[in-house]
């Protein structure tokens, strides 16, 4: 997959339209001519040069000749032709290299709105229907698996959620709940929890210091219905532990005996579980060294086991929404490419590029993004491995 910048190059080289340019590519443009309109609110030839100089982009101003040339417009004189926008771009930037230079900010801008208004056809408001809550709409961006969870929750079967750390994962399941209007219910696991902290616990709360069961969480959503309750990083779980929350996974009722008064819980309508994991439960490995091992009589009861990898789609929909410029996130995408091809034991992952994101708004220089961000703890050969350090 080519990056934005390597398509502005290829645009640049004319060997690809403006029509052929990705909704990335598209963006960097717009966000770059953005940048370099003067106060006239003209953009000059002269900034036009300039970023393409800055960007490695030099070769843009003899392409965009080229394709004035291929489209055919000849001379400064001539009027912009209007319905294909290849055409009337190429006006544009015929324009932009006229001398005396100069060409309308709001020109530019219209083409490229409508270039992206069409790139961005079928991102949001994203809509699905399922049989269960009828029409839904989601206006945040959500993981392209998202839909196939839906409806697997929604035809009733458990799903594990399987994936490196930060693609989304818990998000996700959220995204699930909040779609099929249910209430949220989610189990933090990890090796260090009770069977209490899954179902509930006794406690003094009653007249005289009395004990009363004190349900959990998630015991309330299951027996109350119309919930989604996330079992999540299910893989921290101790195998052992996880066994009091088999029942609930496959029957109709879950029998809690520090409920002694009425330990039988029936399940209410609608309940639906998911659980995250970053391994398929074969245990640590060298990346997630606090994982455990699943029981298989565990594993067996994820009837549906979906993987959440990192999704440039979806990066570039949270790139867009923080603001990050696409610049920014086509060097975090190479990074993380070569770290891959170099088999480091690194991540780089969604949720570093929101934070690098968030750290960019705030004022911190990109090098140093690079090295806190996106690159934190890494030795310098790791760093010179991914084009972060020389
Ligand atoms: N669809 C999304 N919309 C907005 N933010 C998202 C989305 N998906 C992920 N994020 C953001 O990315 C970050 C990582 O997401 P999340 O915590 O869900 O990942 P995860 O896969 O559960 O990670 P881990 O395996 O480490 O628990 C979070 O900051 C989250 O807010
Ligand atoms: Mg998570």
Redesign the pocket.
């Known amino acids: 997959m080519l990056t934005p910048i390597q398509e502005l190059q290829r645009f640049a080289q004319g060997a690809v339209g403006v029509e052929g340019l990705g909704k990335l590519a598209l963006i960097e443009l717009k966000r770059q001519v953005d940048g370099h309109v003067g106060d006239t609110g003209k953009l000059s030839k002269e900034h036009f040069a300039v970023w393409a100089a800055s960007q490695d982009l030099a070769v843009l101003i003899p392409a965009a000749e080229a394709i004035i040339t291929k489209s055919g417009i000849a001379g400064a004189a001539q009027p912009t032709p209007s319905g294909d926008s290849s055409d009337e771009l190429a006006g544009v930037l015929r324009k932009v290299l006229s001398r005396p230079a100069g060409v309308d900010e709001a020109a530019v801008n219209a083409i490229i709105e409508r270039k992206l208004a069409v790139a961005l056809q079928g991102l949001a408001p994203h809509r699905i229907v399922v049989s269960q809550a009828g029409e839904v709409t989601l206006t945040?961006?959500?993981?392209p698996m998202f839909e196939s969870v839906l409806r697997e929750i929604a035809a009733g079967n458990n799903v594990l959620l399987v994936?490196?750390?930060?693609?989304?994962?818990?998000?996700?399941a959220g995204?699930v709940a909040q779609a099929l209007k249910r209430q949220h219910s989610i189990l933090h696991f990890s090796g260090g929890m009770s069977e209490a902290d899954i179902t509930g616990r006794l406690l003094p709360v009653k007249e005289g210091m009395t004990f009363d069961f004190v349900e959990s969480d998630a015991l309330r959503c299951y027996s109350e219905g119309n919930a989604l309750i996330t079992f999540d990083?299910i893989d921290r779980a101790d195998s052992n532990t996880l066994t009091c929350a088999h029942a609930p996974l496959s029957n109709g009722h879950w029998f809690v005996q520090a409920r002694f008064k009425a330990p039988l819980v029936d399940r209410g309508e609608n309940v639906g579980f998911i659980a995250?994991a970053?391994t398929w439960g074969s245990g640590a490995d060298r990346m997630y060294v606090g994982a455990n091992q699943l029981d298989a009589a565990t594993l067996n009861r994820w009837n549906t086991q979906i993987e959440?990898d990192y999704n440039c789609k979806?990066e570039e929909q949270?790139a867009t929404a923080y603001a990050l410029p696409v610049i920014h996130l086509a060097q975090i995408w190479e990074i993380r490419q070569r770290m891959q091809e170099a088999n480091l034991r690194r991540i780089v992952?969604?949720?570093n590029i929101?934070s690098a994101a968030r750290s960019l708004q705030a004022g911190t220089s990109w090098e140093q993004i690079l090295i806190q961000t996106i690159t934190p703890g890494w030795t310098h050969q790791e760093r010179v491995t991914v084009g972060v350090a020389k």
């Open positions: 945040d961006c959500v993981h994936g490196p750390a930060g693609t989304g994962k818990t998000t996700l995204h990083e995250t970053n959440i979806l949270l992952s969604t949720r929101i």
